[in-house]
């Protein structure tokens, strides 16, 4: 890639979080296939979350460069706030709290860390943040449907996203391509 072409690419590293967003949403996707009566198989979702993780070290292989420091410092921003959410919820949701909705409150809580990743991967995050929100409100609001109809939505729209990120090519520039 010219030094130009590597300027003009804004999101570097979309690629690779595309990766990763696609292993985690097929991750839940599995997790709730093998789920049983259970909303989600744990074992299931924590080995796709591991994967996902460990794509990591191939981030350098499917990037086109490196994030600029506010793209790092807004990747940091929004996983330590998602992070800061996650033991929020745990400390204020009642002990008795149904575990789907539990999920449902952490598809809103990673749909919320979504937002400042449109800094880092572009503006399909803003899409992905809203549209995993939604998802998980409409939930919320629609207890007696079952988790897994809104599970596989989210689930989907993270495949959906991290497929259209993993095919970004080096000369969009405006993240929507």
């Known amino acids: 890639m010219t030094a130009l072409a590597q300027q003009q690419l804004r999101y570097p590293i ?38 996902a993780l460990l794509s990591l ?23 330590t706030l998602q992070g800061a959410l996650i033991v929020l919820q745990a400390r204020l949701l009642p002990p008795a709290t149904p575990e789907h909705v539990r999920w449902l409150w952490v598809s809103m809580i ?24 939604a998802t998980a409100l409409v939930g919320l609001s629609m207890p007696n449907v079952p988790y897994e109809v809104f599970g596989i939505v989210d689930g989907a729209l993270k495949v959906a996203c991290g497929a259209w990120l993993l095919a970004t090519k080096p000369a969009a520039v405006d993240g929507l391509h």
């Open 57 to 79: 070290l191939f981030s350098r292989r499917v990037s086109f460069g490196s994030p600029t420091p506010l793209q790092i410092g807004a990747l940091v921003f929004a996983v």
């Open 110 to 133: 990673v749909g919320v860390h979504f937002l400042p990743m449109g800094v880092t991967f572009g503006p399909r995050m803003l899409l992905l943040g809203g549209a995993c929100i």
């Open 14 to 51: 979309a690629r690779s979080g595309g990766l990763f967003l696609l292993i985690i949403g097929a991750g839940l996707l599995a997790a709730i296939a093998a789920s049983g009566d259970a909303p989600v198989n744990h074992g299931v979702f924590y080995a796709a979350l591991g994967a």
